[in-house]
Nanobody, 120 residues
Framework: QVQLVESGGGSVQPGGSLRLSCAGS????????MGWYRQAPGKQRELVAA???????NYVDSMKGRFSISRDNAKNTVYLQMSSLQAEDTAVYYC??????????????WGQGTQVAVSS
């Protein structure tokens, strides 16, 4: 079992940046792939980025260049650095822990989510 707690969400102006953090519990944290999902109002939840246990990041094509995922296993923490934020990035962002098989990430555990609002 892994418990995940996100932080770092908030309000930001268009063009701004935010860094989300996700603290995980348990000694097995480093064995999990980690991923960030988001769900905008009225839309389906979508994968933003994932990172394998070995630290290899993977991004949804539309997120490449603006979002960066990283992890610090010593701190049981995964990060999502977001830059050049636009209104369409407004969503609840969820941290997940799961497994990656043949480059396909499947989440097993979810955090409670953190709200990101981009507006002027």
């Amino acid at each position: 079992q892994v418990q995940l707690v996100e932080s770092g969400g908030g309000s930001v102006q268009p063009g701004g940046s935010l860094r989300l953090s996700c603290a995980g519990s348990g000694s097995l944290f480093r064995s999990y792939s980690m991923g960030w999902y988001r769900q905008a109002p009225g839309k389906q939840r979508e994968l933003v980025a994932a990172i394998t246990a070995a630290g290899t990041p993977n991004y949804v094509d539309s997120m490449k260049g603006r979002f960066s995922i990283s992890r610090d296993n010593a701190k049981n923490t995964v990060y999502l650095q977001m830059s050049s934020l636009q209104a369409e990035d407004t969503a609840v962002y969820y941290c997940t822990a799961g497994r990656t098989t043949f480059n396909f990430y499947q989440p097993a555990y979810w955090g409670q989510g953190t709200q990101v609002a981009v507006s002027s």
